[in-house]
């Protein structure tokens, strides 16, 4: 994508739209930084541990009843652990690992 360019108000003009497009390319890295930084321990597991989807989210549904279990019969539970849900879907994958390994070695 070659724009030829033939005068000073044409050379300010691209100037400022790629000043735009950086900007917005800008936003977007930082985003996903951010949800790198936010969910490291998670995209690591992920990363490691070999799971398919479907165990995640048999794995997932059982913690997530679980979970709210606990918030109904513990007092005050929720706001314990409000910034737990990073720890719960660690415990999560964790497990359906183990899950995972167990019933596959079962059925091999």
């Known amino acids: 994508m070659t724009k030829k360019i033939r005068n000073i108000e044409t050379l300010i003009a691209e100037k ?7 900007k917005a390319q800008e936003q977007l890295i930082e985003k996903k930084l951010d949800y790198m930084q936010d ?10 541990l070999p799971i398919n989807n479907a165990s995640k989210q048999s794995i997932s549904n ?14 005050g539970f929720s706001e ?10 660690i ?18």
Do not use: D
């Open 16 to 22: 400022e739209r790629l000043k735009l497009l950086c």
């Open 62 to 75: 059982v913690f997530e009843g679980i979970q709210g279990i606990l918030q109904t019969f513990v007092p």
């Open 91 to 108: 415990i999560e994958l964790i497990a359906a690992t183990i899950f995972t390994r167990f019933f596959y070695q079962k059925s091999a």
């Open 39 to 48: 969910n490291l321990g998670i995209i690591a597991l992920e990363t490691i």
């Open 80 to 89: 314990k652990f409000e910034h737990s849900g990073k720890w719960f879907k």
